[in-house]
């Protein structure tokens, strides 16, 4: 809310009218009736008004955007000494703004205007501006309010013994009180600020105090002798932002003073400069709009104490530092260019300085077009691994990528007709490098039975191409250099017959569904080296999909079965039980997909999915059973509680007997609790089953009302990788209502 004290610019225009009311003549003092409340009113096409038609008064001739209206119990104009007087109840009324006052007096030769008793105007804001007496003059423009307050549309409130306009942009007031806290009979506001001296600039829109001191529950906490803040509405204004106070482990203790820079209104950037017990730190948070894209760079740096991989200070100095940085520009309105880079300058400063718990940081640059269903894509990446055992010479640069795809719109039949391609370049300083080019054409026909069988026959024809360089062989025992080639044809039927059933306000949905798929049990070469599908694993996601590898270098080979079934129940209330059961059956034994438990296998674990949404509890189970014991290769649970008394949020995750993904175990539990209207405490914890032992832990203390704003957080780590120990931190963070305040994450 922009603060606008602008009493006198609001009434120059609502008062505008009274002067034309001098045209009158032959009455010293026009009087009526308490009861019957005068009204004169410009209506600006009018040839008269309402008053002047009772008196015979000339037409109104006003040059204001929006007509004037003034209404009181008396209304009159001394034409001898040309002044204006209206009294009880008096109320003006022009467009959005309105002044309320008990006696309003107008004296035209000396351009002056008195308003008294019980004075507000409500500005179209929601501002509301109070006082007991009002003069204005100098052309509407100058002006004294007495016994001043202001509330304004965010319930904050200002006072001042004096209010002087000095300005029409200008107010000063004396002897000043501002708080946005609630005001309680007989007891002093949460906070507040007060000072002998205020200036408020509308222009500037921003706040000024001199000699100025913090009162909390009316007891002085500290004194500044000058200070400023943006008015409460006003644009975004450079100042310092709420500090942050921490004692940490490693770094000691940690002060972290941010300061905002509006460099204009489509950019800014954040500096916050660190004072920590290794020395200082600078972070900075650069952002900026265009007329077609949006640009952020947030980046850090210092120059502590080397240090040796155990954490333990060596000779000299070493500069860290970092930089994530993001930007777009659209280039029509279905294409744009840009960037994400993401680099460190070691492995372990942005856990250790807590910017983020990343192992790998990807850097790209590309340039993408899509409409309707076809798109395509040219990009850059660079990867950079921070694990102990990642080597930056084998790590690849993958450069460049073009990527497409177009479809065809549905024929008169049905059939639509579709392209792939794929052309890629991988380079190491040490190990294999890859050119790759993969083709896919093909078409899909979908039918539907008068009975409701839907069937949808696929055919596919995928054609790669590789160059490669240093191939490990044999067992690692040789490399491979050469060209590789495939063919892999694909044909595909899916069935579905959805059954759809109405239970009074309920509806529930059965679809069973078998996917058969044709393909050929070749094309995965020791020669062609998998680079792109590292993760690979038979979920609910990809149970029922033509392809199921996540990248194009390990083919997904053999012709195979999938069946299984998908159903939701939805209430009449919108809640949902939705689940999913299916199972794949390889036709040939040799199958680089983990399909089961044991390599050889023909039939798949059973996977599935159940999701329960009935506020306030949403359950989620996904799972993969062993189909011979039924025991859980992966179990996926999560769980949300969203009460009034308490948030909880829990997930359990477990994966074993995987050929691709090694054993792991894990859970994680989330939770907050209100204490009271304004208390909150909550808390969190991650344990690793696998190792038996905690990841992290964390417990904090949130305050909030209406104007201020505590956090009191403790963060427990407990794994070690090389400088970054296990580690306790304490965080303390204030936030002041329209002074700086703090989210609630």
């Not at 001394?78 to 004296?107: C, E, H, K, P, W």
């Not at 205020?198 to 009162?215: F, G, S, T, W």
């Not at 060209?483 to 309920?506: H, K, M, N, V």
Request: proline content about 5%; charged content about 20%.
């Amino acid at each position: 809310m922009i603060l606008r004290y602008c009493i006198v610019s609001c009434l120059a225009g609502l008062l505008a009218a009274l002067p034309a009311m001098a045209q009158v003549s032959g009455v010293d003092l026009l009087r009526v009736s308490p009861n019957s409340p005068s009204i004169i009113r410009d209506d600006r096409n009018d040839e008269t008004s309402e008053k002047g038609a009772a008196v015979g008064m000339p037409a109104l001739d006003f040059d204001e955007d929006e007509p004037v209206t003034v209404e009181a119990n008396e209304v009159g104009f001394d034409q001898q000494n040309a002044i204006v007087v209206a009294r009880g109840n008096v109320q003006v009324v022009q467009g959005a703004y309105i002044l309320s006052a008990q006696q309003l007096t107008y004296f035209q030769r000396s351009n002056l205007v008195k308003a008294s008793g019980d004075v507000s105007i409500l500005q179209p804001t929601g501002d509301v501006y109070f006082a007991d007496q009002v003069e204005l003059n100098s052309g509407m423009k100058t002006g004294v309010i007495h016994h001043f307050q202001a509330r304004l549309s965010d319930n904050s409130v200002f006072a001042a013994e004096e209010a002087r306009k000095v300005s029409a942009s200008v107010t000063e007031l004396k002897q000043a009180a501002y708080t946005p806290c609630n005001l309680c009979d007989g007891m002093a506001p949460f906070w507040q600020l007060k000072a002998s001296d205020v200036q408020i600039d509308e222009a500037d829109e921003r706040v000024r105090y001199a000699n100025a001191h913090m009162e909390m529950f009316g007891v002085p906490m500290f004194y500044t002798p000058v200070m400023s803040h943006p008015t409460p509405d006003s644009a975004a204004k450079s100042g310092l932002l709420t500090p942050t106070y921490a004692t940490n482990g490693q770094l000691g203790t940690v002060v972290k003073a941010p300061y905002y820079w509006r460099i204009s209104p489509d950019q800014d950037l954040t500096l916050t400069p660190w004072y920590t017990g290794e020395g200082p730190l600078l972070q900075g948070d650069y952002r900026r709009l265009s007329d077609g894209g949006d640009y952020s760079v947030r980046f850090s740096g210092t120059n502590p104490d080397q240090l040796d991989a155990a954490g333990n200070k060596t000779s000299g100095q070493e500069f860290r530092g970092h930089i994530y940085a993001e930007g777009k520009e659209a280039i029509t309105d279905y294409s744009r260019v840009g960037f994400d880079i993401a680099r460190s300058t070691d492995d372990t400063y942005l856990r250790r300085y807590g910017f983020g718990d990343q192992r790998v940081l990807f850097s790209r640059l590309y340039g993408e077009a899509a409409q309707d269903r076809n798109y395509v894509l040219a990009q850059g990446l660079a990867i950079q691994g921070l694990r102990a055992t990642d080597d930056s010479d084998t790590t690849p640069l993958v450069l460049p990528t073009f990527e497409g795809y177009y479809e065809t719109k549905p024929y008169e039949s049905g059939l639509t007709l579709h392209a792939f391609a794929n052309a890629q370049s991988l380079t190491r300083e040490e190990g294999a490098d890859e050119r790759r080019l993969s083709i896919t054409t093909g078409g899909s026909l979908p039918m539907v039975t008068d009975s409701g069988h839907v069937f949808t026959a696929t055919a596919n024809l995928r054609q790669d191409l590789y160059q490669v360089n240093d191939v490990p062989i044999n067992n690692n025992t040789s490399t491979y250099d050469g060209t590789q080639g495939r063919i892999l044809p694909q044909a595909a039927l899916e069935w579905r017959y959805p059954l759809i059933r109405s239970f009074g306000g309920d509806a529930m949905t059965v679809e069973p569904i078998v996917l058969a798929v044709a393909q050929t049990t070749t094309g995965n070469k020791e020669e062609i080296p998998n680079e792109d599908n590292t993760l690979i694993e038979l979920t609910d996601t990809n149970l029922f999909s033509l392809d199921r590898m996540p990248g194009l270098d390990t083919v997904d080979t053999g012709s195979r079965v999938a069946y299984g079934f998908r159903s939701q129940y939805l209430f009449a209330g919108g809640q949902s039980i939705d689940t999913m059961l299916g199972q794949t059956y390889n036709m040939d034994d040799d199958t680089p997909f983990p399909n089961s438990t044991t390599p050889g296998e023909n039939a798949s674990d059973y996977i599935g999915r159940i999701a329960l949404d009935y506020r306030p509890i949403s359950l989620g189970y996904r799972f993969a059973l062993d189909r011979s014991t039924l025991a859980a290769n992966r179990n996926e649970f999560s769980l949300r509680l969203d009460q009034s008394w308490a948030t909880v949020e829990g997930v359990y995750r477990s994966l074993e007997n995987n050929r691709y993904l090694r054993d792991s175990e894990e859970g994680i539990l989330n939770a907050s609790v209100p204490v009271g209207d304004e208390w909150t405490v909550y808390g969190g914890l991650r344990r690793d089953m696998v190792l038996d032992q905690m990841i992290a832990s964390n417990l904090g203390l949130l305050y909030r009302n209406e104007c201020f704003n505590l956090m009191l957080q403790s963060l427990r780590t407990f794994t070690r990788d090389r400088d970054v120990e296990p580690n306790t931190s304490f965080t303390l963070r204030i936030g002041f209502k329209n002074l700086g305040e703090f989210g609630d994450n």
